[in-house]
């Protein structure tokens, strides 16, 4: 028939020792708490918002025509603001007004309109029950009212647990948000810095390569020596066609020293048979002061047209043909590039200075740096989020620790039970519970809450839109598509935040790419080009000039005719002779052993020395062009890592990584502020539930301690109504004590003489009783003021 003692004292007991946990210990965490339970409430009641609608509206050239037209079909945008300020106004205003009359209601009905209402208590009740209450209802009440104290400590702990950790978030925040906005000058330095050390390194690196242009002097100096034996070469051959061919017949004289200059050449074709002046020319003076016989008339010895030498005019022909190939000096001097180091510093420099301006510009856009968020941070005091946790939800635990001690001191069971002490202070707490939470609900919970609207949603949306970290924009491009944002900065933000700001290890982007600029990888290769020296020489140039046997192949093909020259075989030059005249055999014998083998000798000798200075020019060309095919190589690569290196300096790694840095605290802000927002719209509706549940309970619990049968003699004991005793039997006889004494010390009335009446009948004027029937009745009046 009872509610078991035991369960109720455990009930009571665990109540109580689940309000005295740590918030901090007990609180969910926001970021959970506001995903799963604050932030979809939000949504529910209204404040989703879509930020391209809200960008799209920003640019309309009539804003607030474009607002009317969205009211007018009832769009997102009008939904969201009546949403925000229908928040506002109902925590700031509404809901604690409503509050404050219904108690002011309620308070005056009790005090002010006494004796009226059932069971006379006052127009709005009393703290006495007012009919006999259902056991099993009595049980009801006390487990809904266990349910909705467990559910607003629950609330009101991830509430206080979520906000007494902003400070720290806020300052993480400040700090990823001074630091991002330092990115563009930190690059710039960074850039700065890594500069100095690269013109260090290139400069060690391309240094020794310069040695290799000394040998391009050694090479020019050895090809000019070698061109000037051609040309001794070349001169002997032409005397010796001249020797045979004779002179011009115009020339007075055909000597040794004027043959050359004089030669009557033969030109017709390959044969070399026709002279290149008509007539019979001139022949050669010999030595001992005779002519030529090759200019003679085979049979007579008469002056004639003279032999033609076309194997002389071969070897003539290769030699003139190397000679034209030979490299010039300004042909060499063209592999004199030395690399410009003493123009490295300002080159890397300029490239610097190149890189830095879009990183400038990009500076000048951000607003707030580590200077402006160090104010900011300065400007926070802990102590007033500590004050607001604990106004906006502690009150919530005093209220339930209230309640649970009013639950143990009036449980129907010893040492509480028939306990006056322990009943009235029993009593007394339901009403410090009620007024602590009225107080609470009407002056923090729901002006916080109506304050906090506009935070917490704005913050909750823009976390939202902000792209996660290692994920993709494709949200925030679809935003910006549906805004109709130019494609300029549709550009930007899918370059700086999809390509920079969002990949994670191993994963990474880079600024370059990024930001406007037109910087690219070639960019920095044309900005240091000229240490490459594969820019400055072009590899058939270095074929060309120091290949020697290449372009002295035709000379080297011919060398064995020269080898094969005999003065005393005419075959040897190409033609034939057997003179017949008289003396020829004198003649030719010495034209073959003196003039015309001199001549061949000094071919001869001028070959060799060409031999000489090929294979000398060759060697120092060979070395000449590993060296340089060297350089080219080195140079390329040195220029490449340069590259590499400016590249890398523009990676997004830490910009990626302050980026992390500033979603994180500042999503945590968003749902801190947004797990606040809806752990205090929970505590304030289950905190209200709670106020009737204090009424109801404690009248019950009253009844428990007196049931209602006896609670009419109760009301008159404690209001002091006493009926007077039965006529004819004195009331200080009746008692046993003497006439005149104080009722409060010496008159114990008995239950079944005191009996309670209404008030009004109590307060009815009665017939004056004899002079001495009843006692004075003095002392401590009970409780009621009766």
């Not at 205003?93 to 006494?114: A, D, E, M, Q, S």
């Not at 242009?213 to 005397?239: G, Q």
Request: proline share 6%.
């Amino acid at each position: 028939e009872k509610m078991p003692r035991r369960s109720l004292l455990f009930l009571l007991g665990g109540l109580l020792a689940l309000s005295s946990l740590s918030p901090t210990n007990a609180g969910p965490n926001a970021n959970s708490f506001s995903d799963s339970a604050a932030r979809p409430m939000m949504k529910n009641m209204g404040g989703d918002l879509n930020v391209g609608n809200v960008i799209a509206l920003a640019n309309n050239p009539d804003p607030n025509q474009a607002y009317q037209d969205d009211c007018s079909v009832g769009g997102g945008i009008c939904q969201y603001i009546t949403f925000i300020v229908t928040n506002v106004v109902v925590g700031l205003l509404i809901l604690p007004l409503t509050i404050f009359f219904f108690n002011f209601v309620f308070c005056c009905g009790r005090c002010c309109c006494v004796k009226r209402g059932r069971n006379k208590q006052g127009c709005t009740g009393g703290r006495y029950p007012t009919r006999e209450y259902n056991k099993l209802e009595g049980v009801f009440c006390i487990v809904l009212l266990a349910i909705f104290m467990l559910i607003l400590f629950a609330f009101s702990v991830a509430g206080a647990a979520s906000f007494d950790e902003s400070k720290a978030d806020l300052d993480d925040m400040l700090d990823g948000i001074g630091e991002l906005g330092e990115t563009p000058a930190d690059f710039k330095n960074k850039i700065v810095e890594n500069m100095a050390v690269l013109k260090v390194d290139i400069r060690a690196s391309l240094q020794p390569l310069n040695v290799v242009f000394d040998d391009v002097a050694t090479v020019k100096s050895s090809v000019a020596s070698m061109r000037t034996k051609f040309t001794t070469l070349e001169t002997a051959l032409k005397s010796l066609a001249a020797l045979i061919e004779g002179c011009s017949f115009t020339d007075a004289s055909c000597t040794s020293s004027t043959r050359v200059a004089n030669w009557n050449q033969c030109t017709a074709g390959s044969s070399y048979s026709t002279h290149s002046t008509t007539g019979t020319g001139k022949g050669a003076l010999l030595t001992n002061a005779d002519t030529s016989p090759t200019c003679k008339d085979a049979t007579s010895g008469v002056a004639t047209t003279c032999k033609c030498a076309p194997t002389v005019h071969g070897i003539l022909t290769a030699v003139t043909t190397s000679i034209a190939a030979i490299p010039s000096d300004s042909d060499l001097d063209g592999l004199d590039v030395p690399l410009p180091l003493d123009e490295l510093d300002d080159t890397i420099d300029k490239a610097a200075a190149d890189f830095s301006k879009p990183l400038d510009d990009f500076q000048n856009t951000v607003v707030l740096t580590t200077k402006e968020t160090d104010v900011l941070k300065g400007q926070l005091n802990g102590g007033i989020i500590s004050l607001i946790t604990f106004l906006g939800y502690s009150p919530a635990w005093y209220v339930i620790i209230m309640i649970i001690v009013a639950l143990v001191l009036g449980a129907p069971a010893p040492p509480f039970r028939d306990n006056a002490k322990f009943n009235s202070c029993s009593q007394t707490c339901w009403w410090v519970a009620y007024v602590m939470l009225t107080l609470w609900l009407m002056l923090f919970v729901w002006p916080l809450y109506g304050g906090m609207t506009i935070p917490a949603v704005l913050l909750e949306d823009i976390c939202d839109v902000l792209p996660v970290p290692g994920g993709n924009a494709a949200e925030l491009m679809n935003i910006l598509q549906s805004a109709e944002t130019d494609q300029d900065t549709q550009n930007l933000v899918s370059g700086l935040i999809e390509g920079c700001l969002l990949p994670l290890p191993p994963n990474k982007g880079y600024l370059w790419t990024a930001i406007p600029g037109n910087i690219t990888r070639q960019f920095m290769r044309d900005q240091v080009s000229q240490f490459n020296t594969g820019n400055s020489i072009n590899t058939s140039d270095i074929v060309k000039n120091l290949r020697v046997l290449e372009y002295t192949k035709s000379y080297k093909d011919i060398t064995p005719t020269i080898a094969a020259l005999s003065a005393t075989d005419y075959s040897t030059f190409g033609f034939t002779f057997s003179p017949t005249y008289s003396n020829a055999a004198t003649e030719q014998t010495y034209f073959q052993t003196n003039d015309l083998a001199t001549a061949v000798t000094a071919v001869k000798s001028a070959s060799a020395d060409v031999d000489s200075q090929i294979t000398t020019t060759n060697t120092a060309s060979a070395a000449l062009e590993t060296s340089l095919g060297s350089v080219i190589t080195t140079t390329s690569n040195v220029t490449e890592t340069l590259v590499d290196s400016l590249w890398e300096l523009g990676t997004c790694e830490i910009l990626a990584e302050k980026y992390q840095g500033l979603y994180d605290p500042f999503c945590n802000i968003a749902h801190i502020v947004g797990a606040s927002w809806g752990a205090l719209l929970l505590s304030g509706c289950f905190g209200m539930l709670i106020l009737p549940c204090i009424c109801g309970v404690s009248k019950r619990m009253y009844q428990y301690q007196h049931p209602f049968s006896q609670q009419q003699d109760k009301l008159a004991q404690e209001g002091g109504i006493i009926v007077p005793a039965p006529m004819g039997q004195p009331v200080a006889a009746a008692q046993g004590h003497a006439v005149g004494q104080p009722m409060a010390d010496t008159v114990a009335v008995p239950m079944a003489v005191a009996v309670a009446v209404p008030a009004e009948e109590a307060s009815a004027p009665l017939a004056p009783p004899p002079d001495g029937i009843y006692p004075k009745i003095e002392g401590d009046k009970a409780e009621g003021g009766q």
